[in-house]
């Protein structure tokens, strides 16, 4: 059968001979079972959405799970409808002669129960990913497809089992993995699910509990394989997936995200949070770079962090003295005694300006409880169910209101009638009429608001950059000189260096948005309370009807009927900060970069301690002289391992072999992996003047991938092309290149800085380095194209 005829394969005639049906037509009949399939199940699938969009939205746990339902089904279609039969990344063939297992991005079963794919992340399919020679996992042979418009245009047989060789593979050492290392990049990170190798595998599919550091060089993949990491723990470990938080994934600047954002939607996970370290904090979005190197050590200190409890707690101190408040209830006496054990109620870790309100209720609490004796013997006798007592000067006393009731116990409604109902004295019961004259009064109010005081956490990071006393009361460990470095004119001039600071403060006194939205609800009821109480009024005072309905009615009743359904007062929900978590995973790349500060902003959103930590030591722009171990243990991660990459599959040898004495001369022991693959290009080096004529040459002979332009005083006009980045040298991390462009590297920088610069940018290349550097006119010498 010619090749062009088969329904799933189209290999190109360099691979005419892979196309023999005798290789492919068993496979060929399979994807095209799946393929057949995949159009009923999307149909299927449809059909199910459509029906759970119908269904009644319900309340409580009905909506919950009506909305996942119709979330887990939408997540299904779009892969579904994204792939299409490329759902399959390739085959297994048993040594037991069973019949070959395929491997999918995930698991399909016919109508009759036969199993057509297997989800990656199962079981049954890691012997696909981590079979070798050496350890076949009862595997004789795999076979990894690779796609292009969904057909297969190339595939690679691997000999697993020495002693089954086979007969219906095609074995080459130039095929479809090494052909997608070397295939064109595009703008966005491509999942690599169809060559994920054994020790990558490994990494993937380690157990969630604890950190686990994925320490590699340039090229060895850890960035992919830790989004891999995310998509397989949230399908296999339950105490990620489901219901417990989700992931983050922190990744070193805004081009890293729009780079990754494909790689997790295209293993069929949408509901990953990407950001920034910036994005952790809404200041994020107008904070400066931190300019002064010494403010941003000072400032990426823990120590730092933790003068935010000082800092904080000197608001919350209780009154040592007496204080006496009149009621028309009581006289109501509150001791230190009182004020210490209502600032003892909060739990330990309750956010400041949340707590606050637990301590006033508290205080009430404890005010009319220990009054409530003294109420019930004059008047709780005396309370009848008409709400008057044949005793009403007994819980009525003030002067003033006492010549209001006249001795048929009903209240003369005259020039103190304000008076009369400030105190909610009209029907209501004598502990609830103290308690909101006790929450009514001025002293009281006034001195718990200057023992307790509502706080913004922006105020709290500002004053320690403003009030030099203050910083020093609460980092008593700074010297004078360091304090006087810290101090700035506008307290929120913020920088990326104060934002873990500000996260802190948030996290130790509130959400100010919460607190913001409470006070103006509050004022909004009590302006209808108002109102209503001048509608109640009115109804009173214009009743003509014979019987005087209105009057039969209770104040406290006829506001309750007017007042609508219980509840209708309830504070409304503050919607929540999408990114202040808790998660159940978080995935920390370029995680060299952090500093104990950022690091605190991570921990505190992941209280379960699951990380995957990503980066390499010789990366770091500012040195990292510790071992991940105490570096991860010293900032609070918990249980640390450590999985180490050292094969190279982005990098090519020649280029990997210009890289390794640039970061050897500043870091003799940095990790530098082995590449395992040539291009045969060497690194070409010119004049910076020929930058233009470099970037339209590569261009035009390559009709696909991307160039990117590394320099410190970069005009991205004079080489603006499609296909084209240009990115200063700390903004190339993360990312891949089909050429890279160095200009003027020694522009970079001195010392670590310089050298990882450097490192970095050379090492974004996946074909072709150019380095040009400034040269006098007789000096200067064209790159070859």
Request: charged share 25%; aromatic share 6%; proline share 6%.
């Amino acid at each position: 059968m010619p090749p062009q005829t088969l329904r799933t394969f189209a290999l190109p005639p360099a691979r005419a001979t892979k196309a023999d049906p005798a290789l492919v037509a068993a496979d060929d009949a399979h994807l095209s079972a799946i393929a057949d399939h995949l159009a009923s199940a999307a149909d299927d699938v449809r059909d199910r959405l459509a029906a759970a969009r119908r269904r009644p939205g319900g309340h409580g746990q009905a909506a919950f799970d009506r909305d996942q339902e119709v979330h887990r089904l939408t997540g299904r279609l779009r892969l579904l409808e994204r792939y299409g039969v490329d759902l399959c990344l390739g085959r297994t063939v048993p040594a037991d002669g069973s019949d070959p297992l395929y491997v999918g991005r995930l698991g399909l079963t016919d109508a009759d129960g036969r199993t057509l794919l297997v989800d990656w992340r199962t079981a049954a399919a890691e012997p696909y990913f981590r079979a070798t020679r050496a350890d076949p996992r009862g595997l004789s042979s795999r076979r990894r497809y690779r796609w292009q418009d969904r057909r297969v245009v190339d595939y690679w047989d691997e000999v697993l089992d020495l002693d089954r060789p086979g007969d219906s593979l095609a074995l080459d050492d130039d095929s479809a993995f090494f052909g997608s290392l070397a295939a064109g990049r595009t703008a966005q990170m491509r999942d690599v699910l169809g060559t994920l190798a054994a020790d990558q595998d490994a990494v993937v599919r380690a157990g969630a509990a604890g950190t686990l550091v994925v320490d590699g060089g340039p090229g060895t993949g850890k960035t992919v394989v830790a989004l891999h990491r995310a998509a397989y723990l949230l399908h296999a470990d339950p105490a990620v997936g489901g219901r417990h938080g989700g992931v983050l994934v922190v990744g070193p600047h805004d081009g890293y995200l729009a780079y990754v954002a494909d790689v997790l939607p295209s293993l069929g996970e949408d509901g990953v949070r990407l950001c920034t370290p910036a994005d952790l904090e809404p200041e994020g979005a107008v904070a400066r770079p931190e300019t002064d190197p010494r403010v941003a050590a000072l400032k990426g200190d823990a120590r730092l962090v933790d003068a935010l409890e000082p800092a904080v707690a000197l608001h919350e101190n209780p009154p040592t003295g007496t204080l006496l408040v009149e009621t028309p209830w009581a006289d109501v006496v509150v001791t230190p005694q009182d004020w210490a054990e209502a600032f003892a109620t909060p739990d330990p870790g309750t956010p400041h300006d949340d707590a606050r309100e637990e301590i006033w209720a508290a205080l009430l609490d404890l005010l009319v409880d220990r009054t409530a004796d003294d109420l019930g013997h004059r008047g709780a006798a005396a309370w009848d169910d008409e709400g008057w007592g044949r005793d009403q000067d007994a819980w009525a006393h003030d002067d003033t209101l006492d010549d209001t009731l006249d001795e048929g116990g009903t209240a003369d409604r005259g020039a103190d009638d304000d008076q009369f109902d400030a105190y909610g004295l009209t029907g209501e019961d004598p502990a609830a009429g103290l308690r909101r004259a006790l929450a009514a009064s001025r002293d009281l109010v006034q001195t718990f608001g200057r023992a307790w005081p509502l706080l913004d956490p922006a105020d709290v990071v500002g004053d320690l950059w403003t009030v030099p006393a203050y910083l020093r009361r609460c980092a008593p460990w700074l010297s004078d000189a360091e304090v006087t470095l810290l101090q700035r004119p506008d307290a929120r001039a913020w920088t990326d260096a104060d934002l873990p600071l500000l996260d802190a403060a948030r996290r130790r006194v509130g959400d100010p948005r919460v607190a913001r939205a409470r006070r103006r609800h509050d004022a909004e009821q009590a302006a209808e309370r108002a109102r209503m109480d001048d509608v109640v009024e009115h109804l009173l005072a214009t009743d003509d009807s014979d019987l005087g309905v209105m009057s039969m009615l209770r104040g406290q009743d006829l506001r309750a009927a007017l007042s609508g359904p219980a509840g209708a007062d309830a504070r409304p929900a503050v919607a929540a900060d999408a990114l202040a978590g808790p998660f159940s995973h978080v995935v920390v790349d370029e995680a060299q970069e952090l500093t104990d500060a950022q690091w605190r902003s991570v921990l505190a959103r992941c209280p379960s301690g699951s990380l995957t930590v990503v980066g390499d030591r010789a990366q770091a722009r500012h040195g990292f002289t510790e071992t991940w171990e105490e570096r991860l243990a010293r900032v609070g991660a918990r249980d640390v391992g450590r999985a180490s990459l050292t094969l190279s599959y982005r990098t090519p040898a020649e280029i990997m072999a210009a890289a390794a004495p640039v970061i050897r001369a500043a870091l003799p022991d940095a990790n530098v992996p082995t590449s395992v693959r040539s291009t045969g290009t060497a690194v070409r080096h010119g004049a910076v003047d020929d930058l233009t004529a470099v970037v339209d040459t590569w261009l035009a002979t390559h009709p696909e991938g991307t160039v990117c332009v590394v320099g410190t005083r970069l005009d991205a006009a004079a080489v603006g092309r499609p296909r084209v980045r240009c990115l200063a040298p700390e903004l190339t991390k993360g990312l891949e290149f089909d050429l890279v462009v160095l200009v003027d590297p020694d522009s970079f920088g001195d010392g670590v800085t310089g050298a990882v610069d450097r490192y970095v940018a050379m090492t974004r290349a996946t074909a072709e380095l150019v380095v040009l550097t400034p040269r006098s006119t007789g000096e200067r010498e064209r790159p070859s194209a």
